[in-house]
């Protein structure tokens, strides 16, 4: 199994311009998460989804969208980069969710830097 | 906005002592605690979770939770160069229970 995979790894963005990174898990988990994080700093919630065709806000939504029309893909949206959203932006899913004690598969991450 | 806070280190212990990390969290409704190491430039990685008050051990692992007073905690036995890394603290909410929320992170070097 390829667990959470993350594309791209890598991405220089110009200010303004806008990005979906992608995200998508063969676990048939539920539960999917956006983070990211800041340079020595943990992990920040962006977005998460509970199900197909459910998301909700975390943290620090603003700036960002997402969509989940299937269980396996939950693409994150960048719409007008800001140098505020350079970031390592981690995906992570989970099959029954912290209600049923289920920890977090983390992606590889993707560095993205706004200049 | 809940919080969750960690002492943010860097914390150094020798090779072979304890390395005790502290979590406190701000929402009383909190259910799932889970600790995650993360090496540097890596992802988060699962150490264990704790729901229960009281101790729960994983080989050189134990966490320790006490609700009445919002703390979880990590202990370290027999610490190894290999544990140096960052430990995070996540905590779901209390309202929002599909919602995980991690702290800052403590830095920990084991030195040799």
């Known amino acids: 199994n390829a667990g959470v995979t993350q594309t791209p790894k890598f991405r220089i963005l110009k200010i303004g311009q806008s990005m979906t990174l992608q995200c998508t898990q063969d676990?048939?988990?539920?539960?999917m998460y956006w983070y990211r994080q800041d340079p020595g700093m943990g992990l920040k919630l962006i977005y998460y989804?509970?199900?197909?065709?459910?998301?909700d806000k975390g943290e620090v939504p603003n700036g960002y969208n997402v969509s989940r029309s299937t269980t396996e893909d939950f693409p994150l949206r960048l719409e007008l980069a800001a140098p505020s959203q350079t970031s390592v932006y981690f995906c992570?899913?989970?099959?029954?969710?912290?209600?049923?004690?289920?920890?977090?598969?983390f992606g590889n991450g993707t560095r993205l830097t706004v200049t | 906005q809940k919080e969750v806070e960690q002492n943010s280190g860097p914390l150094s212990v020798p090779e072979g002592a304890i390395a005790s990390l502290n979590c406190t969290y701000s929402?009383?409704?909190?259910?799932?605690f889970f600790w995650y190491r993360q090496y540097s430039g890596k992802s988060p990685e699962l150490i264990m979770f704790?729901?229960?008050?009281g101790d729960k051990e994983d080989g050189r692992f134990t966490a320790q939770l006490n609700k009445a007073s919002q703390y979880v905690s990590l202990l370290i036995r027999d610490s190894q160069p290999s544990d140096s890394a960052t430990y995070l603290c996540?905590?779901?909410?209390?309202?929002?229970?599909?919602?995980?929320?991690f702290g800052p992170g403590t830095s920990l070097s084991v030195i040799p």
């Open positions: 992570a899913s989970s099959y029954h969710g912290p209600r049923g004690n289920s920890p977090l598969h």
């Open positions: 676990m048939n988990h539920n539960y």
């Open positions: 989804s509970v199900g197909a065709g459910i998301t």
């Open positions: 929402d009383r409704g909190s259910q799932s």
């Open positions: 704790i729901y229960s008050n």
């Open positions: 996540a905590v779901n909410e209390g309202t929002s229970y599909d919602k995980v929320i």
